[in-house]
């Protein structure tokens, strides 16, 4: 969805290109920036992922101490580090992309209890399930918006974490379609029919999240084109973003949730930015970065016995970090 504002960037443009030389002016003339990934058959690029996610529960304020010792902390982390190798492209742009996996770290916490720890690097840790993906490949498609089509062939990694001791489920779960599609996929560009940018031009799409017992809800991440930084020869595309709560898929979000929704009884404050620098001249995301954070709280005057002393309150909170990052 394009956010209205081409024609006054446009005459921007025209007038500051009008007053400075012409080095630097070339994304900025009638043609503008076009945001597209761009996929060359057998180029290699080697990245970072980070995926982040962390719900907790605490009771705070005038408490007694065997209540407030009831809160609780899930938390899982990845580190992956891997090469992008293109196998073909289409027509349309599209790429047929295999995921060959370098380096991996994975912690999972569930209810303050350590259920994963694995770090590719320990010698300890070499005979984990985990260590088998080392090395491993899949295969996936990707759009040059940068959304993953469709999950191809998992067949390598998924013997290999099958082959030895038996794998937790949350380690089975990083190979399931579904997970490598939101690790691979997270930084959406615009259609193809509407990529060719100015700066101040916007584009958004749709995101949804679980937050357990607190329901799921829908963000519309809004990214705007804010700068093209020219260096070395390069031309980066700074773009940020922030995000509102949508409706677009209120209703059907309801229907899948609870039929009591706790959050109804909660105040509720969040924050959800990103930031993107995509390189114009190779179609490569140079570093793509966005995080949610949420809180709920319930407080509870009634439970304040003592003038002094803080209500009685139960905080819920949740984070989600994505960041992605070229390294080569």
């Known amino acids: 969805m394009m956010v209205p504002g081409k024609i006054s960037s446009l005459l921007v443009g025209a007038v500051i290109c009008s007053l400075l030389s012409t080095g630097g002016c070339r994304q900025l003339t009638k043609e503008g920036a076009v945001l597209?990934?761009?996929f060359t058959p057998q180029e290699s690029t080697t990245y970072k992922v980070i995926r982040e996610m962390e719900d907790s529960v605490k009771f705070e304020g005038f408490l007694p101490d065997e209540i407030r010792s009831?809160?609780?902390?899930?938390y899982n982390r990845l580190e992956m580090t891997f090469d992008?190798?293109?196998?073909s492209t289409d027509e349309k742009g599209n790429a047929i992309v295999k995921i060959t996996v370098r380096e991996l770290k994975f912690v999972s916490v569930y209810r303050d209890s350590t259920i994963i720890d694995f770090d590719w690097s320990r010698e300890k840790d070499q005979k984990i399930p985990l260590a088998q993906l080392i090395g491993k490949s899949y295969t996936i498609e990707v759009a040059p918006t940068g959304k993953v089509q469709k999950v191809i062939d998992i067949e390598e990694?998924?013997?290999a974490l099958r082959s030895g001791p038996s794998a937790p489920k949350m380690a089975l779960r990083l190979i399931t379609?579904?997970?490598i599609m939101e690790?691979?996929?997270?930084?959406?560009?615009?259609?193809?029919?509407e990529n060719q940018l100015r700066i101040g031009d916007s584009w958004s799409s749709i995101k949804s999240f679980d937050f357990r017992m607190m329901g799921s809800k829908s963000y519309e991440r809004i990214y705007t084109l804010k700068e093209i930084k020219s260096t070395k020869k390069r031309q980066i595309a700074i773009v940020e973003m922030s995000a509102?709560?949508?409706?677009?898929?209120a209703e059907q979000l309801h229907k899948e949730q609870a039929t009591i929704d706790?959050?109804?009884?909660?105040?509720?404050t969040e924050t959800y930015t990103g930031r993107l620098r995509l390189d114009l001249n190779t179609g490569k995301v140079e570093k793509y970065f966005e995080e949610l954070q949420s809180d709920w709280i319930a407080v509870d005057p009634a439970a304040n016995e003592e003038a002094d002393s803080e209500p009685a309150a139960l905080r819920m909170s949740a984070t989600r970090l994505y960041s992605l990052e070229k390294i080569d």
């Open 36 to 38: 597209a990934l761009k």
């Open 70 to 74: 009831k809160g609780a902390r899930n």
């Open 84 to 87: 992008q190798q293109t196998e």
């Open 157 to 159: 990694a998924d013997k």
């Open 177 to 179: 379609p579904s997970v």
């Open 183 to 193: 690790r691979h996929g997270t930084a959406v560009l615009p259609d193809p029919n």
């Open 244 to 249: 509102i709560p949508s409706s677009e898929m």
């Open 262 to 268: 706790f959050s109804n009884m909660f105040d509720n």
